[in-house]
């Protein structure tokens, strides 16, 4: 099918808003047992009428559009957010290195893109899956210019001879996520003879999600820095431009140069710093939106006197049914830190032991510390459950043989429950206080030591 217009070419796709992919699928694709890619074939073969092709040219080369056929979900607490990345065209190693961002195999293919929204449910078949919402969509001034930066990151890397060390976690908006059937899908890099896995640009999940809460559920992000600001500073740097001038005051000194009042015992208080140091007053952190485009997650640190860190620092319960049935690659907290931009927020206790503001620090976690330190620590909880969680009770209370902070120095698993009644049902039946996982407090250290 032939589109002259981009008009036209929006007309039909709106065509298919609240069609199931069971009512659109002409040629049974649906039939193939989790076929990768599926619904997106029956979007182009059945509906938009064209031959499935992996061309390095847009969908609709005439009008530069590239077709893409997306899901979202209803989370437990009634909002939505996307499923997964948007995975883009495959990163060619060999041949992206000579190019700059506007003649990019990325540019040329992604332009503007047609998004085709699905609501993912979990106890449908997939089938029965309804596409909800159809957008012609190219990217905001704003963004574009953190995408650029993010593609620069990820091309520097590969002119340096190290695509095999790439991350998720190395940009904000623009991702380069494996695409492969497994470890064993590697290219050859052009300066290095290392192997390196297949990849592909994405726009990250929590991208993805800041689109569906826009586009879908029609709510308002705010940005704190503009397309002007963007261009010639990361992200990173206009974050310490907008806090390093508050360095060595109290949050209530902090408070009285920002007009706004605070209680530091309450919750709140850091938060409502944050936002008003920003220039978005009385703003939630989620809807900032470079926030929750970057998931960058803020985290407040308490340094003694020493300098070192009061105490670990607490992430996300554990659900461990699902350590057990997951893999590696689609682990839980694997995605988690390699999805997750932390702001760690500092202060630190005076000899008056009044709280001083000591600096900010934007981090993730390192790609070989996750897939090493983390991996590890995953597999060994893994073996706990397997041979069975023992409970032993104590003066303290109940422990368990989960694996402790001295295991590798990096994170470990304690509880954190509203109280000790506060339980979850162990695979094996048993009932057991939630647990989270906890960074150690000498792992913080480690990472915030330049403050």
């Known amino acids: 099918m032939y589109f002259e217009n981009e008009e036209d070419l929006i007309k039909k796709a709106r065509e298919a808003c609240g069609k199931t992919f069971k009512e659109i699928d002409q040629y049974n694709r649906l039939s193939k047992k989790g076929a990768t890619g599926a619904l997106g074939q029956i979007i182009e073969e059945s509906f938009f009428g064209y031959e499935l092709n992996s061309k390095s040219e847009a969908d609709f080369a005439n009008l530069g559009i590239e077709l893409k056929v997306t899901p979202f979900k209803q989370n437990k607490n009634k909002t939505l957010s996307a499923k997964e990345r948007l995975v883009l065209n495959i990163i060619n190693y060999m041949e992206e290195v000579h190019n700059d961002f506007w003649t990019s195999s990325f540019w040329k293919k992604n332009e503007k893109l047609l998004l085709m929204f699905y609501e993912w449910k979990s106890d449908i078949d997939r089938g029965d899956f309804r596409i909800i919402e159809t957008v012609l969509f190219t990217i905001p001034e704003e963004d574009l210019e953190i995408i650029k930066k993010d593609w620069e990151l990820i091309v520097n890397k590969i002119r340096a001879g190290e695509a095999h060390t790439l991350s998720e976690g190395d940009t904000l908006y623009l991702g380069a996520c494996t695409k492969g059937a497994n470890k064993n899908s590697v290219r050859p890099q052009p300066y290095s003879s ?64 920002l007009n706004i009042k605070i209680n530091p015992k309450n919750r709140s208080a850091v938060p409502n710093l944050i936002s008003a140091l920003l220039g978005v007053k009385g703003t939630k952190l989620d809807k900032i939106a470079e926030f929750a485009k970057a998931n960058i997650q803020f985290k407040t640190v308490r340094l003694q006197q020493s300098g070192k860190p009061k105490e670990s620092m607490s992430f996300v319960n554990i659900d461990f049914n699902e350590v057990l049935q997951e893999t590696w690659e689609e682990s839980f907290i694997r995605n988690y830190f390699l999805e997750t931009q932390i702001l760690f927020v500092v202060f630190q206790y005076d000899d008056q032991d009044a709280l001083r503001f000591k600096g900010i620090k934007l981090w993730h976690m390192p790609l070989n510390i996750i897939d090493k330190e983390v991996f590890n620590y995953w597999n060994e909880i893994r073996l706990v459950l397997e041979n069975g969680v023992i409970l032993t009770k104590t003066n303290k209370g109940i422990q368990n043989n989960f694996p402790k902070s001295n295991f590798n120095g990096i994170l470990h698993v304690r509880p954190k429950g509203a109280d000790g009644n506060d339980k979850v049902q162990l695979p094996d039946g048993q009932w057991i206080t939630k647990q989270c996982y906890w960074l150690n407090a000498s792992y913080i250290g480690k990472i915030i030591e330049e403050l």
């Open 194 to 257: 290392e192997m390196a896995m297949q990849r592909a640009y994405s726009l990250k999940q929590s991208y993805m999600s800041a689109l569906v809460r826009q586009i879908i559920s029609n709510e308002k992000l705010v940005q704190f820095a503009n397309a002007a600001e963007l261009k010639n500073k990361t992200i990173e740097q206009l974050l310490h431009e907008r806090f390093d001038s508050f360095i060595g005051m109290t949050m209530e000194e902090m408070a009285g140069h």
